[in-house]
């Protein structure tokens, strides 16, 4: 992959420039209420988490196997661009833990899901991975993060595509939430890509309840 470090780093600290823009430009975009969006909207409130539809953005069908399965999926039309979200409850990621056999603190869980999905669905094991900066963290009104970059394997189960952005997001005793944004592209447009819906999740703010 030729997607560098720097490119990597710049997106991150862009990212924390554009969110509020992007977040205020996603109000009001509506989706009819498909029996995938009305599941995924209760789960999404179940792990304490707020979603607004991004501009832009079509809902297409979860992929759901025996390696992972999401919540939801939405696509940019025309863009060869997706992203899959799953979110869960900290009760879900203990199930999920203890499933999978591991010992690990509940809170940690995050690290698991992430490195669990890149190693499924990665061609190598030559991942950029990144911790989350706090600065970022609190835009989303979470406690903690991680980032996968990978190459992805030449798979039907994702549709081909060769490039992904795996994030994570977890807040400590409310849940997790995973992203994965699949693309060909590895150049500037990948990014403007996810730019476009980089604040349609987020946790609810405390003072909200």
Known sequence: MKITLLQFER?????????SILWVNAQGTRLDNS???????????????????????????????????????MELPEKDFEIWLRVNTTKENKELLKHN?????????????IKQQAATFASDDDWLTRPIPEYILNRYNADIGKTYLV???DSPVTKRYKYALMIVLAKYNTGSVFAICLSNSKGPEFFKNMFEASNCLKFKSPDKG
Do not use: R, W
């Open 101 to 113: 056999h591991q010992t690990v603190n509940v809170d940690s869980a995050y690290a698991f899901i």
């Open 11 to 19: 997106f991150l600290l862009t990212m924390s420039f554009v969110c």
């Open 151 to 153: 190459n992805l394997k």
């Open 35 to 73: 029996q995938q969006f009305t599941a995924f909207d209760k789960a999404a409130k179940k792990s304490g988490v707020v979603f607004t539809f991004p501009q832009g953005f079509k809902e297409i069908k979860a992929v759901k196997n025996h390696d992972y399965s999401f919540n939801y999926a």
